[in-house]
């Protein structure tokens, strides 16, 4: 763990760890009761939020780099959404509302890439990086409508379009880093 100002930068593997923990801590509260299984209504919504671990990304956070973003934010909560839908299945309500917010929060996330295009990877290429932004923007816009609509399959759909997005970026931009 490292200290940068206020903010405190994991790497990619306690980023990993974090997501699952995540998952954990949100299955443990369905379990426990903490956020009940079954229709979520506004109270039950406000629960979930408020018991997502405090290392979470949120959307509001600022990210001092792209790096920085993906490691701190959009891997963290793409691993969550792709665990939960690969190896939580039937998701109940509460898990469609988690993964619809987490959803949410990458959809903030991608919105935002095209700020740190000064970025010295991107400079030999910076329409392709525009153009993958575009894409995974509107993935992430797609995943989160359908958990929002319970539509499972297509939720299937999108998380490999989302994977699929972020492998296409690393090939062109990140040739250290592979997605799988």
């Not at 299984?37 to 990304?57: C, Q």
């Not at 797609?142 to 989302?162: D, G, T, W």
């Amino acid at each position: 763990m490292i200290e940068v100002g206020k903010r405190t930068v994991f790497s990619a593997n306690k980023c990993w760890a974090i997501a699952i923990a995540a998952y954990i801590c949100l299955s443990a509260f369905c379990t426990m009761g903490i956020v009940g299984a079954g229709s979520v209504d506004g109270s039950a919504k406000k629960t979930i939020e408020a018991n997502l671990p405090d290392h979470f990304p949120k959307t509001e956070k600022e990210y001092f780099s792209l790096v920085e973003l993906m490691e701190g934010g959009m891997h963290p909560l793409f691993t969550f959404v792709s665990f939960t839908v690969w190896h939580d299945a039937p998701l109940d309500d509460d898990k469609y509302y988690a993964v619809e917010i987490a959803a949410k929060r990458m959809n903030s996330l991608a919105r935002t890439l095209n700020d740190y295009e000064d970025n010295s990877k991107l400079q030999h290429n910076p329409v392709e990086f525009k153009i993958k932004a575009v894409h995974l923007t509107r993935y992430t816009e797609i995943l989160e409508k359908a958990a929002r609509e319970h539509e499972f399959e297509k939720m299937k759909k999108y998380v490999i379009q989302i994977e699929n997005s972020c492998t296409g970026c690393h090939v062109l931009f990140n040739k250290n880093l592979r997605t799988n």
